[in-house]
C-alpha cells in the first residue's frame, strides 16, 4: 500500500509536469524560445569529432570552432540576406536582432566592434524552438510580406556513428509570401574568408557547382594550417561572387550589401589569392500565399592538425599488457598515428577533400534528414516531464561540440570540456566520462572503443590505468596516480558494454585486463582487503581522499559486483571477489553510515600511504599554516562527516549500468533524501563560495556538491565543495527517480534548468571545467531513472520498472536500433522506429508479460 501510494504521488507529479506548468521565472520548459530567453542561445551544428559551428537565438553563427579545438568567441562576418523588390526597407539580414549584450562589453567593444555584422537591419521579431538535432526559427517583420522559417541541422543517427560524424550542417530558409501580390525576391550569402588565419598560406574562394570553397593553404612547416570551408546551394540559379570588393576599412562589407540592397547579383570570378571572402545570390519567386524552401549546404576539411597531447611511454613499466587487440589488426587498438604523428580526425580516412564531403552531404541530404528526422520524432514522443526531456537534449549537443574528438582510425576521444580556445583537461578522464550516459546507449560501438583504449592502451602491466589518454591514442606514462574512481567506475562499465552490445566475445577480449585492473585496485587501495578504500585515493575532486569514504568505495563494491558477474558468465573463478564483496557492502552499511546518509572516516596515520606532506598530490602544498590544519583535522582537501551529493555514487553507476543495487536500499534512499534537504537551495545569496561561483551564484538555484548540516565542517574541505555541477545534479535527480523519489529528483532538474534559461546562460552548453562538459550527459540516466527501461541485449530481455505510473511513453536505444517504448493501462509498448530490437522476453516490474 506504501508503495502504490508513493507511485500515485509521484504519477500525479509528473502529470502536473507534462501539463506544461512554467518555471518561476516565465517560460515553459521543453517550449519555444522568445524575447529575453533567446538572449544567450547557441545551438551545436557539427558532426561527432568533427567540429562544430553554432546557430544562435537570432539565428545568427558564432562559436564557428571546426578546426578541431574550440573556438568559443568566434563569430564570423557571414549572413543570409533577402531582398524584397519593391518594398521599402526589403533588405534585411535573415536573422533576429542581435542580443543587447553584444554592444558593450566584449573585448574590442570599446572601439566599436566593426566588420561584424550586427549594425545591418534585421527582422524586428523571432523565436527559437530546439528539437535536437534541429533548430526552428521563426522569423517575422511587419515592414515585410514575408515570414521565413529557418531550419538548421546536422545528421545524428543512433548507432550510426559515421553518418553522425561528418563534417557538415545546413540551414533551410522557408519563404512564405504572406501578402496579396506576387513578389520578387533574392536570397544571399556572404562570409568573409574566416579560414584564413595567421597571416600565412594563401586565401582563397575556390570555385564549387552552386557556391563557394573558402580557403586557405598549408604550408610545409605548419600543414595544419591547411581548411576548406564550403556554402552552396543545390538551385541551379546560383550566382556566385568567389571575391567580395578588395580595399581597406569595412570596404567589402559595404560593397556586399549595396549590392544585396539594390537587388543585384554579382559574378566576380576566382582570383589566385587575396580572396576577403565570397557570396552567392539566389532569386526566387512567390506568389500570393505560396511558400518555398532553398537549403544552404556548409561542409568543412581540416584533415591535420598540431595536437599532439600526453607523454609517449618510456620504458617496459609503461607499456600495455594487454596484446589481444594488437594481434588484431582489424581492431585498430594500436594503430599508429596517421601522417606526422599528430591528430588527424576521422573524416579525413573517408574522404579526399572538402569537395567529396559536399557531394556526400548533398547526395545522402535527404536520407540522412529523415533518418535525422526519425530520431527526433521518436525522442520527443516522450510523455516523460518537460524538464527532464529538455535537460536531456540540451546535453545531446556535447556530441557535437569540440568536447568530442574522433581520430583517424575511427577511435572516440574526448576533453573534460572546451577552454575558449583549447580543450580543457585531456584524455577521455575516466572520472569525468564516468557520468555520461547518452553515448553508451546512442552510440555503443563508440562507448566500447573507450573501455578498450582503458584497458588495452592506458593500462600497463601492473594494472595501473591513467585516467587521461592520449592523443592520438597510444601507451602513456604511468607516473600519476590511477583515479579510483575513474578505474573502478570502467570495470563497471565493461559489464554495461557487455549488456548493451550482447557481444560476449569481446568481454572475453577485455576480462583478463579488467581483472587485472581490479586486482590493482585492491593492492593499493584496500591493501588489508577489508571491502573500503582505507589507502589515499585520487578522485574526480582533483585530490585524493584519506580514509574510507561513501563515494570511492561505493565505487568498489559496485565493481566488485560486475566482476563476480561478468566472472561467472564466463566461468571464472571469483570466489575471492564474492568474499571482498560481502565485506564492502557491510562495511558501507555499517561503518560508512551515520544513521541518515554516508560519510567519510578521515584516517591518515594507519596507513601504508606516506605522511600527507609528502604523498604525491596535485597542487596541494602543505605550508606551514597547512601543517598546523593537518595535525588538527587530518589531510586537506576531505569531506568528513559532510552530506556528499556524491555519496554514494558508485551506486547508481551500478543502476545505470544494468546491476542490481547491492547496497542497502532505505539507506541509499535515505542518503539521497538528505542531499535533496541539505544540499538543494533555492536562493544562493546567503551562501559563501570562496572556489568557482559562476556556475550558480545570486539568486540562482541549484544543489551544491556538500554541506555539512552536524556541523564539522573544516577549515579546508575538498576543493570543489561549495560549487554546483549540473553533471551532479542529474546524477542525484536520476538516482532519486531510481529509488521512487520522482518529485524530489524533479526539483533538481528544474532549480538546473531554470539556470540555463537562455537569459544569463546558453540552454545547450552546460559548462563546469569549460563549456560543452562531458559530465552533463548524466542526464540522460533520467530517463532509465524515471521509467525502469533498459533492454539487455546478451538475454533479449527487455526490462521495463516504471516510477511514473502505468501510463507512459518513452525512448529506447539499443546497439541495433532505437524506438519508442512505454506503459499502456499496464501492458508493454514497443515501436521499433529504426534498425532492429531483437526482444525475447519483457519484464514488467519483474513480472513477465506479452508485448
Known sequence: MKYTLLLTIAALALLQSCAGDSPSRGRAFNGAYEGEYLNRIAFPIGGMGAGMFCIEGSGAISHMSVRHKPEIFHEPCMFAAIHVKGVENGTKVLEGQSPEWKRFGLGGSGNGLGNTTWGLPRFRENTFQARFPFAEIALKDEELPVDVQMKA????????EDNSSLPVGAIEYTFHNTGKEPLEIIFSYMSRNFMFFDRKGVSTAKPMTNGFILSQTGTADEPHLQGDFAIYTDNPQTKVNYCLFRGGWFDPLTIAWNDFSAGIMRENEPVEFGTPGASLSVPLQLKPGEKKTLNLYMAWYVPFTDLRIGGDAQTEEDQPAATACCADPSSGCCTPAAGDGNYRPWYSSQFEDVQEVAAYWLKNYADLKTKSQTFTDAFYASTLPGEVMEAVAANLSIIKSPTVLRQFDGRLWGWEGCGDNWGCCHGSCTHVWNYAQAIPHLFPAMERSLRETEFMVSQNKAGHQTFRTNLPIRPVVHDFHSASDGQLGGIMKAYREWRISGDTEWLKTLYPSVKQSLDYCIGVWDPRETGALEEPHHNTYDIEFWGPDGMCTSFYTGALQAIVLMGKALGEDVNRYETLLARSKDYMENRLYDGEYFIQDIRWKDLNAPDPTKAQSFHTQYTPEAVAILEKEGPKYQYGTGCLSDGVLGSWISLVCGMPEVLDREKVTSHLVSVHKYNLKKDLRDHANPQRPTFAMGDD???????????????????????????????????????????????????????????????????????????????????????????????????????????????????????????????????????????????????????
Open 153 to 160: 541541422w546536422s545528421p545524428f543517427v543512433p548507432t550510426d
Open 701 to 851: 538555484g541549484g544543489l551544491l556538491l556538500c554541506s555539512w548540516p552536524k556541523d564539522g565542517k573544516l577549515q579546508l574541505p575538498f576543493v570543489y565543495s561549495d560549487e554546483v555541477w549540473t553533471g551532479i545534479e542529474y546524477q542525484v535527480a536520476s538516482h532519486l527517480m531510481f529509488e521512487g523519489q520522482v518529485e524530489k529528483g524533479l526539483e533538481i532538474v528544474r532549480a538546473c534548468r531554470e539556470r540555463y534559461d537562455g537569459r544569463i546562460r546558453n540552454p545547450f552548453n552546460e559548462y563546469e571545467c569549460g563549456s560543452w562538459y562531458a559530465r552533463a550527459m548524466s542526464s540522460y540516466g533520467m530517463i532509465e531513472g524515471l521509467t525502469g527501461v533498459r533492454y539487455d541485449a546478451v538475454d533479449g530481455i527487455l526490462y521495463i520498472d516504471s516510477r511514473i505510473g502505468n501510463n507512459f511513453t518513452s525512448f529506447l536505444s539499443t546497439d541495433t536500433g532505437f524506438g519508442t517504448v512505454g506503459l499502456k493501462n499496464g501492458k508493454p509498448t514497443l515501436d521499433v522506429k529504426y534498425g532492429t530490437i531483437n526482444v525475447k522476453k519483457c519484464l514488467v516490474s519483474n513480472e513477465e508479460m506479452t508485448l
